[in-house]
């Protein structure tokens, strides 16, 4: 068998941009790219796999998550645990991604660098686990959604530089707190981080070919986030017709994230205060996020996966939340793959020639239901299957230490 070298057979594939469904006799794939649709294979050398008419879907991407949290009840007390407990969560939740069918995560902040060393370990390979674009530690102020755990920074100079520490460390995308959150103390819809620090933040990183995510819940801090040139948009609990069109004006890109309090509930361990809030917020959470589909706001899939009882793998339970609000099944494939892959960069998310391999083997037809996305048949990443059995085996030895 050459090396990286694989060959699916009689297969539907959902190819390009538009996830055209596609009956193919050959897909083939070479040095981690897609190098051929229907193309000869004669000569090839590789690994074959037929399909037997299954369908092929880009892998996953989930764009918000926290790869060093358990999903604990007090979800951020992970935090304190020893480097190699953190360690261990990251390792089984990379698994545990991969047998869902996400071969690629934005970590969108922990309390330090382990996320970028695990990220950087897998890129080079001595890891197996799904593609990592982590930010480090999320920058947010004095007194902020965060401040205990994140880059406290006060000030344009001061935001410079919390900027270039992230970066500097291996970050490929920037979170900034442009609100109060659900899930710590004090008002989510407050502002935090002023337009003019997050528009040095973007100055930054945008210079460097990096994308920037902000947290905001409302209005003015979506407001904010969006004059300041960010990226994507993160939950938006509490948007307005006006900052979800803002969204669109501003060709960014909403991850709502609306899954992540819907295990939130009294008695379990959670902070009263978050599961006040949470209860509270999470009608109207719905409702803002339905109003963002019927805009037509551009949403990238994210769970925001780590927090409290929201532990890694609910993409598809988040993308049901979509269809809920208006999408069609093929759109919420495509907010997990086309959109997240546009945010993500890297040519990931879309099945063509010349783009990363990473691509997942469903028995039935996404376009009709989802539920298929559950439990991938095969993952592929990078060129490479993904070996399902060992990624399993290894989940249920890790498990104990990683939680
Ligand atoms: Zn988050």
Not at 259 to 270: F, H, K, Q, T
Not at 313 to 337: I, R
Request: hydrophobic content about 45%; overall charge negative; some cysteine.
């Amino acid at each position: 068998m050459s090396s990286g070298a694989l060959v699916l057979r009689d297969g539907v594939a959902f190819v390009g941009p538009e996830l055209e469904r596609r009956p193919f006799s050959t897909l083939r794939m070479e040095d981690g790219l897609i190098t051929g649709i229907d193309e000869s294979v004669r000569g090839f050398d590789g690994l074959v796999l037929d399909l037997a008419g299954a369908f092929v879907v880009p892998g996953l991407i989930d764009c918000h998550v926290h790869f060093d949290l358990a999903a604990h009840p007090a979800a951020y007390g992970h935090w304190s645990a020893s480097p190699l407990t953190r360690s261990m969560t990251c390792l089984h939740n990379g698994l545990v991604a991969l047998t869902k069918g996400i071969t690629t995560v934005r970590d969108l902040g922990c309390i330090d660098h382990l996320v970028l060393d695990y990220a950087g370990r897998v890129e080079s390979g001595s890891l197996i686990g799904p593609r990592v674009i982590a930010a480090g530690r999320p920058i947010t102020i004095t007194g902020g959604h965060f401040a205990q755990y994140g880059r406290v920074a006060d000030g344009q100079a001061e935001v410079r530089k919390a900027v270039r520490e992230q970066i500097g460390a291996g970050a490929r995308v920037v979170k900034l707190m442009a609100t109060g959150g659900i899930s710590s103390p004090g008002d989510p819809t407050a502002s935090t981080l002023t337009q003019e620090e997050m528009a040095v933040a973007v100055e930054e990183a945008h210079k460097r070919g990096i994308t920037v995510a902000a947290h905001a819940h409302n209005r003015a801090g979506i407001l904010a986030a969006l004059q300041a040139g960010v990226d994507s948009i993160e939950h938006a609990a509490f948007a307005d017709d006006e900052s979800l069109e803002a969204i669109i004006s501003h060709q960014a890109t909403l991850v709502p994230t609306v899954s992540a309090l819907n295990n939130i509930a009294p008695d379990v361990g959670i902070p009263i205060e978050t599961v006040r809030k949470s209860l509270q917020a999470r009608q109207t959470y719905v409702e803002s996020t339905g109003r963002a589909i019927s805009a037509g706001v551009r949403i990238a899939a994210g769970t925001d996966a780590g927090t409290a009882l929201n532990p890694i793998g609910g993409l598809v339970d988040e993308l049901e939340m979509y269809c809920a609000g208006g999408m069609s099944w093929l759109e919420a494939v495509a907010a997990a793959t086309v959109n997240a892959g546009a945010l993500v960069g890297g040519g990931l998310g879309v099945i063509a020639t010349g783009r990363p391999a990473d691509v997942i083997v469903v028995d039935a037809d996404p376009g009709e239901a989802l539920t298929t996305l559950r439990e991938p048949l095969h993952v592929i990443k990078g060129g490479a299957l993904v070996d399902l059995p060992w990624v399993r085996q290894t989940i249920a030895e890790v498990r104990a230490v990683a939680s």
